[in-house]
Structure formats: structure tokens, C-alpha cells
């Protein structure tokens, strides 16, 4: 993409993988101008997250607006004025429209905490458990307008322990996550990984399949 992309970080809530961000910045890990943290929370405790680090924050509330659409349109005028290269949903629970995901075409990242295709959607480590599924993780993934359906990037694998509740589960998966969450948005942001023609690309080849990670 460009050198020092500038990078706008959406969450809703307590925003470890915000925090995987800020700390893969400072070690020099990661190489992404962080510009702006939103939210539609102002209770989010990654916004303050985002003001020790000195970065940028903005909120508006949906409950303010009447519609999706109206609410998605104020969104895009605040981040334009970060003029983003990138997006990234990190924990941000809203469903976007498609004038929005339209609008940052290509540029939007979502971490999913499962293996996609499989569990899109909420409650992901309850229905792995109850499936008695053996492999569990998480997705980065390109947005477009099919929830949690757009082009996967980078996946993180781990087993599922035989008596393991929903709750560990979910801490494991966070701990993969913010490990491959900065990694695939790094390939982003470096121009490695691009989004063209609705699909992944990574160094010039077109990638159908995500690169894995398993820990
Ligand atoms: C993450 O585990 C992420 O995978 C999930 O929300 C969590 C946010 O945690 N995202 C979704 O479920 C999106 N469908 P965080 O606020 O601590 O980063």
C-alpha cells in the first residue's frame, strides 16, 4: 500500500487487539501510522487505551442516529478527516452498510474469532464446543458487504482442550489473535497482501486460500 499507512482502529469495547497494535508499533514490529481509534461506545475502554498511547480518538453513537445508513455516513465523515489508508475492525460490533464498506473499498480489515468460513456470526466458541469441533481460531479477513464472508488473509489455529469452557477458549483465541491481527494488517500496510478483484492477492499471485498460523 503506501509507507506509513494511515491507520484507523474501530472497536466497541475493552480493545486488546487495539492494544496488540500499540505495543507492535512501539517495539518497531509493526510498521503503520495508528491515526485514529473510533468507536461507537464512549464507555469503550480502549478509547483510553488509545489516549495513553497519544493517539487520536473520536466517538459517535449509534443509538443517536436513526438508521444505519444516517450513523455509517457520519462515521465516514469523521474518519475522512484522518483521510485513512486503512480500517481496522477490531472488535467493533456494528455491521456496516454497503455505502460504507463501498466507500473504503479494499481498505477495511476484520479479525472473526473462527476459522471462516465456518461459525460467521456471534456466540463462535459455544458453537465450537457444542459441535465437538477439534480445531478453533480466528480470521483476519478483507470486508466486503457479506458479513464475515470477504476474502480471508491469515488464520490462527489451536485445538480445542477436551474439557475446555467457552471462556477459555475465547482468552486462547484472543492471545492468537494479537499475534496475527498486526501481522496481516503489516502485509496490508506494506503493499504484500492487496485486495483486487474481490479476492486476496499476496506478493502478485492470487491467494484463495488464507496463510495459517497454529499454535
Ligand atoms: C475479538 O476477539 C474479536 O475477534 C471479536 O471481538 C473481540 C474484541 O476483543 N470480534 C468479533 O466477534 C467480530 N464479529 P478486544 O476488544 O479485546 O480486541
Redesign the pocket.
Known amino acids: 500500500m503506501v509507507s506509513q499507512c494511515k491507520t484507523a482502529i474501530l472497536?466497541s469495547?475493552?480493545?486488546?487487539?487495539?492494544q496488540a497494535f500499540i505495543d507492535a508499533v512501539g517495539n518497531g514490529s509493526l510498521d503503520l501510522d495508528l491515526t485514529v481509534v473510533f468507536s461507537n461506545n464512549p464507555n469503550a475502554y480502549?478509547l483510553e487505551r488509545a489516549e495513553r498511547a497519544g493517539i487520536a480518538t473520536a466517538c459517535i453513537q449509534h443509538s443517536d442516529f436513526l438508521d444505519r445508513e444516517s450513523f455509517d455516513c457520519a462515521v465516514i465523515t469523521e474518519l475522512d478527516r484522518h483521510q485513512p489508508d486503512l480500517l481496522i475492525l477490531?472488535?467493533f460490533?456494528r455491521i456496516l452498510s454497503p455505502t460504507f464498506v463501498a466507500h473504503y473499498s479494499g481498505k477495511i480489515l476484520n479479525?472473526?474469532?473462527a476459522l471462516l468460513p465456518k461459525y460467521p456470526g456471534l456466540n463462535t466458541h459455544q458453537r465450537v464446543l457444542d459441535a465437538g469441533d477439534k480445531w478453533h481460531g480466528?480470521t483476519v479477513h478483507f470486508v466486503t458487504e457479506e458479513l464475515d464472508r470477504g476474502p480471508r488473509i491469515l488464520q490462527g489455529r489451536i485445538t480445542v482442550g477436551p474439557s475446555e469452557t467457552a471462556d477459555e477458549l475465547r482468552d486462547r483465541?484472543?492471545t492468537i489473535?494479537h499475534h496475527i491481527y498486526p501481522l496481516a494488517a503489516g502485509w496490508v500496510g506494506s503493499g504484500k497482501v492487496v485486495f483486487k478483484n474481490g479476492q486476496c492477492w499476496v506478493d502478485g499471485e492470487k491467494s484463495p486460500e488464507p496463510s495459517q498460523v497454529t499454535l
Open positions: 472497536i469495547g475493552s480493545g486488546t487487539n487495539l480502549g477490531a472488535g460490533m479479525i472473526h474469532p480466528s483465541v484472543q489473535e
